[in-house]
């Protein structure tokens, strides 16, 4: 059965469902009867980390009340979603200008948390 409200943490650049915020988070709200703490290993380019999140939080809003806390990038998608689908949300240590920091890394990378190459180019920090 689900639980009525739901917290999707929104984990940082280059991290993973399983990060150690998310893993506390789940863990300190594994026995609460009306929350329950949903975290997910983000695509890595921006638009498609969005839409991932987006197609998550619509399916269930249809059920439940959806929460968002989110961590450094994941506090910046975190505002946007929030603002963009009428949510609430909480931020740890949010990226400001995550563009900048896009800027400044600028070609191939490698998330080394899930070992996917991927390429920051100007449509990316757009």
Known sequence: MKKPNLIIYVHGW?????????????SELKDNNNYEVLSVTLKSHPREAIKQL???????????KVYLIGSSLGGYYAVY???SLDL????VNPAVWAYKIFENDRGENLNPN???????????ID
């Open 14 to 26: 280059n991290s993973h469902a399983k990060a150690r915020k998310a893993e506390l988070l789940i």
């Open 54 to 64: 987006t197609e998550i939080i619509e399916l269930e809003k249809k059920s439940r």
């Open 81 to 83: 979603l929030a603002e």
């Open 88 to 91: 609430k949300v909480a931020m």
């Open 114 to 124: 899930t070992n996917e190459k991927y390429v920051i180019d100007q449509e990316w």
